[in-house]
């Protein structure tokens, strides 16, 4: 293939060197003379492990090359990846000015190109800047985008030490796009590479960048306090995550990673304030540590502000101990919840099986029956009351017999904590607690507005 980059920094160099060693004819551009008469002396503009033998023998085999005209570039390729810096703000905002100015080269340039082009945007950038490149070039160039060029979201994840061998060997190779042509190209530009190749929704790949080095942070220093309070009981913390990560089920692994309602039950609250204690006592900052609990009830707050939001007075849960199939209510989010809304006026019936049935049979009925006397005329194991009765119906636990819910109840207001579904067709108002919509019912997002505003409470 025939490939230009534009920006020859890091990440620049070492994907141009690296695409010319996959044996394609690569061409870089940058606003920066010395970087490209680097290029042109078979001289990385970079210090990195390999890079120097690879461009030189890229450059002696002539499929690499640089210039300082953009147009040159674009048309003598099928492909541009855009590598520019995208560096912070004053502010603190992500500085998209290098992004823009290639992408109105580019567009320019595309002006008098016949045939398709893709162009890359591998720059580390926030959701929207495919959209913005888009427009840009749409409108510079007059032509239309996914018929005549396509811009890919296709985040790059190297680690500068180890550019090449990061490059050539990535976790996976994601690319967001809404061309299939384009997303066909770059599946085989990729195909060397013993990499998962994933394609997905442009937004999806434009966030996962910014999800991953958050994560990245958020491990670095979560190891760091751990550290610290082992330090003070003088244990040995190197064996202590050594051990975490060890637990590929719970600790690292996809448990617990799916975004929903906040967590409950028995142990993770109590244990994780037994913890913070423990740091508080031995005066060690564990900001981190301490905050997760603030965090957890920011989860709570955003449930019943949505549940209020929808401005009905009669609500139907769905779900009331802290997880799917138990009847434990200790700590249970959704219990904190239910508890505002009747103190704050609203008309409650709760659907759940599981605690219904230990009510009425289960070992220390009574002393939940003391505990918790006010919820026993609220609280049903009949489903179909609870759907019939609530102008919004709240699902707060996974439970597999919530799955036909909108079936059962067709123009309501569902309120889902839990992400129940991964796509549905409702004929009513649904709103997630921590995802985008997901309600691909046209008729009804048109009327989603209109609903909201018509409140009765
Ligand atoms: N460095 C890393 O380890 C790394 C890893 C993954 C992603 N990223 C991301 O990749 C992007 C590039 O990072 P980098 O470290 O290579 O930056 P860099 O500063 O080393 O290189 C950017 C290059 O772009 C050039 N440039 C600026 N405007 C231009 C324009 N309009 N046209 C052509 N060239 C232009 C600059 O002269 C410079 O050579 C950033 O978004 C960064 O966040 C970096």
Redo the contacts with the bound molecule.
């Keep these: 293939m025939n490939i230009s980059y534009?920006?020859?920094?890091?990440?620049?160099c070492v994907g141009a060197v690296c695409c010319a060693s996959m044996g394609h004819h690569v061409i870089g551009?940058?606003?920066?003379p010395e970087?490209v008469a680097l290029i042109n002396r078979g001289m990385p503009?970079i210090i990195e492990e390999k890079i120097e033998e690879l461009t030189r023998g890229q450059w002696e085999a002539g499929r690499l090359t640089a210039t300082e005209d953009?147009e040159q570039a674009v048309l003598g390729t099928d492909i541009t990846f855009i590598?520019?810096?995208?560096p912070t703000t004053g502010h603190g905002h992500l500085n998209l000015d290098?992004i823009c100015?290639?992408a109105k080269?580019i567009g320019d340039a595309l002006r008098k190109k016949k045939s398709f082009h893709i162009v890359v945007i591998?720059?580390?950038?926030l959701p929207g800047t495919n959209r913005n490149v888009t427009e840009i070039i749409e409108k510079v160039s007059g032509k239309t985008a996914n018929r005549d060029f396509a811009v890919v979201s296709n985040p790059?994840?190297?680690?500068?030490g180890s550019?090449v061998r990061d490059f050539m060997n990535p976790p996976l190779t994601l690319v967001g796009t809404k061309s299939s042509r384009a997303a066909d190209v770059l599946r085989e530009l990729y195909r060397p590479m013993d990499a998962e190749f994933i394609s997905t929704d442009i937004e999806v790949a434009e966030m996962m960048k910014y999800v991953n080095n958050t994560y990245h942070a958020l491990k670095v220093v979560f190891g760091n306090e751990v550290g610290n309070i082992c330090k003070k009981l003088n244990i040995d913390s190197a064996k202590v995550m050594d051990i975490f990560c060890r637990d590929t089920q719970l600790n690292i692994s996809p448990y617990y990673f799916r975004p929903g309602f906040a967590y409950g039950g028995s142990c993770l609250p109590k244990d994780l304030r037994a913890f913070t204690t423990l740091a508080h006592d031995l005066y060690v900052d564990a900001p981190v540590i301490s905050s997760i609990h603030a965090s957890n009830e920011i989860q709570k707050a955003g449930a019943l502000r949505i549940i209020e939001s929808k401005g009905k007075k009669k609500i139907g849960i769905m779900g009331l101990a802290f997880k799917s199939g138990t009847d434990d209510l200790r700590y249970s989010p959704i219990m904190e919840i239910v508890q505002s809304l009747l103190g704050k006026g609203y008309l409650v019936r709760i659907y759940d099986r599981n605690v219904f049935r230990a009510w009425k049979t289960g070992v220390g009925a009574e002393l939940l029956k003391k505990k918790y006397g006010y919820l026993l005329d609220l609280i049903t194991d009949d489903r179909e009351e609870v759907l019939a009765f609530g102008d919004v119906i709240v699902i707060a636990n996974r439970e597999e017999e919530f799955r036909d819910i909108p079936e059962h109840c067709p123009g309501r207001i569902l309120v889902d904590l839990v992400r129940q579904y991964d796509r549905l067709d409702y004929e009513g108002n649904y709103e997630g607690l921590s995802w985008g919509n997901i309600n691909v019912n046209r008729k009804q997002n048109e009327k989603i507005q209109r609903d909201i505003e018509k409140t009765d409470f």
């Design positions: 534009f920006g020859l920094g890091y990440v620049g551009y940058d606003i920066s970087k503009t953009p590598v520019v810096g995208t290098y100015q290639a080269k591998r720059s580390t950038v790059e994840f190297l680690r500068e550019a």
